[in-house]
């Protein structure tokens, strides 16, 4: 079958045609795609770079998801990392994916993935994007984030206007409701609807739906996460739409438990905020009774982080002393929070922003550890036998309960004494739709459901049972890459169609 003449495509598509009723539209295109975040976005430029002519829906009045505040994407074995003399190989990267998620992803799936990264960095260079440095998430990690200039925001703007050149079509506050499936089982299309709740009917050959997960749908979080009571990051929008619409077409279910839980933080306070990052750091640890639960090095690689503190029930005091604080603020901090706030900058900002952070009831201080457990409702003899015992540990320099490397063992003694509330957060949802190598969405039995790929947050297989850390900028790239292949496999099958 042949892709519909672009001329005629962009009339058809221009003229919605054969309305059922006044207000009810109707277009054609090649490939309708559900979502203009990274998974998108990425496969809209791909498929009309292909030749495809593509219709993209996009729920919300701007484009961009999550993805318009990320930082950077991973790749493994590109040529900025070549140029760095950097040498993490593509056999060893897949290996680590696939131990980190003790081999429950899909192999063959992942390989793919691992595969196409580099050639994409290259390719999202040619379309524009201008990468400013590799970096890692913890000291000693790896690194294969490349971070964008502009962050997600800005490459995503280069990608709307190229598309929009070509000839795409972007139909913004226009949500997908359901797909259209023939009684043969395949998809051939998508029913949307207009801000003013007309029905829009969308003939496609295939869709790509990249909806970005389901961390803004309260009851599929209850079902599905293990611990769905989690603070959700920048989810505006993520009720599940795409996962709901898979499965409802027959598609098989995978990783859709996985969560990418994030660095503990105050509720709702930016990442800049230095009283903030003064307790995103490996002090020390204590759940709202006042007892140690954990060894607090785990924010090095804060999906662990953000797992122990769910298992404790979500929420905890940071606790460190004036001599801890006078470190953090002459010497630096210990842990970088992202990019922005690098390891080893030093809080000058603490004092300035300490009252607003006081007065929210997320920041406490006081005299005595009587004090603090009064300001913070941590009973106070749980609070004193644990910053006892702690004390007792960075005498000795060893843990003799979690272990923790001596590094970052600070004794709580010198007053006043702060206290800082961190919550479990999720930086969203990472799975739910079965894709196979191709991207194709698949039923229980691993057969494609035919016209139908998913790509990012809604499509499971790469993440085991935990957001991966050491790829920095795994998400992006699996959203990126993602929505490339599925484009790619979409022409193809489009192409050899009858
Ligand atoms: C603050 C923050 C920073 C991050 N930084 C990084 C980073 O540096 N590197 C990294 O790897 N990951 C990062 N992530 C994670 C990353 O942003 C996401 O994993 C990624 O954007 C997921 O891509 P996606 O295409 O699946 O979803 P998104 O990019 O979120 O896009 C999904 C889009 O689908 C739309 N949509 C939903 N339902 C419908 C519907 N029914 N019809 C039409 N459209 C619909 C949504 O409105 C949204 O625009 C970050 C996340 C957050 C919250």
Redesign the pocket.
């Known amino acids: 079958m042949k892709f519909l003449k672009p001329v005629l495509a962009v009339a058809m598509a221009a003229a919605f045609a054969f309305p059922a009723s006044a207000a009810d539209k109707v277009m054609n295109t090649d490939i309708a795609i559900?979502?203009?975040?990274?998974?998108?976005?990425?496969a809209s430029v791909a498929a009309r770079e292909l030749g495809a002519q593509v219709i993209t829906?996009?729920?919300?009045g701007?484009?961009?998801?999550?993805?318009?505040?990320?930082?950077?994407?991973?790749a493994v074995e590109s040529k900025m990392q070549r140029d760095w003399n950097y040498g993490l190989t593509k056999d060893e990267a897949f290996q680590r994916i696939m131990r980190y998620g003790h081999w429950r992803g899909n192999g063959r799936v992942v390989r793919t993935f691992v595969e196409k990264t580099a050639s994409t960095i290259d390719w999202m260079q040619a379309n524009g994007v201008e990468f400013e440095k590799l970096f890692s998430n913890y000291p000693d990690g790896l690194y294969t984030?490349h971070?964008y200039k502009g962050?997600?925001a800005g490459w995503l703007a280069k990608y709307l206007d190229k598309f929009q050149k070509m000839g795409g079509t972007l139909l913004l506050n226009?949500?997908?409701?359901e797909l259209i499936q023939g009684k043969d089982g395949v998809v051939r299309g998508v029913i949307?609807k207009d801000k003013d709740g007309n029905k829009i009917t969308i003939n496609s050959k295939a869709v790509i739906i990249?909806?970005?997960?389901f961390g803004a749908n309260e009851e599929m979080k209850k079902k599905y996460l293990r611990f769905p009571g989690v603070d959700g990051?920048?989810?505006?929008?993520?009720?599940g739409?795409?996962v709901q619409?898979a499965w409802k077409a027959g598609a098989a279910q995978d990783g859709t438990e996985v969560q990418?839980s994030?660095r503990p933080g105050p509720k709702g306070v930016g990442?800049t905020n230095q009283v903030a990052a003064s307790a995103k750091q490996p002090h020390l640890w204590l759940n709202p009774e006042g007892d140690r639960f954990v060894d607090e090095t785990v924010m090095l690689e804060w999906p662990f982080a953000g797992n122990a503190l769910e298992r404790n029930g979500g929420k905890m005091w940071v606790v460190y002393d004036q001599a801890t604080l006078d470190y953090m603020k002459t010497q630096g901090i210990d842990l970088g929070v992202?990019?922005m706030v690098p390891v080893a900058t030093k809080l000058t900002k603490f004092d300035s922003e300490w009252a607003a952070a006081e007065k929210a009831g997320w920041a406490k201080k006081a005299d005595t550890l009587d004090g603090l457990a009064k300001a913070t409702g941590m009973k106070a003899d749980i609070l004193k036998k644990n910053v006892e015992e702690y004390n007792g540990f960075c005498d000795i320099r060893h843990d003799g309960l979690f272990a923790k490397s001596p590094k970052y063992m600070r004794p709580v003694r010198k007053a006043p004494f702060y206290a800082i509330q961190l919550v479990a957060t999720s930086?969203?949802t990472?799975g739910g739709i079965k894709i196979d190598d191709k991207w194709e969405v698949v039923r229980p039995d691993d057969t494609p459901i035919k016209g139908l790929y998913a790509?990012?947050?809604?499509?499971g297989g790469m993440y085991g049972d935990s957001y991966d850390l050491i790829m920095?900028?795994?998400?992006?790239?699996?959203?990126v890459n993602g929505?490339k292949i599925a484009a790619e496999s979409a022409v193809k099958y489009i192409k050899n169609a009858k």
């Open positions: 559900i979502g203009a975040g990274c998974g998108g976005m990425a829906l996009e729920k919300q701007i484009i961009g998801g999550t993805c318009k505040f990320s930082e950077g994407i991973m984030w971070i962050r997600g226009t949500p997908a409701t949307a990249a909806t970005g997960g990051l920048a989810q505006t929008g993520k009720t739409d795409g619409m990418a994030y990442t992202g990019v930086l969203g990472l790509a990012g947050n809604d499509a920095a900028g795994s998400t992006i790239a699996w959203g929505g």
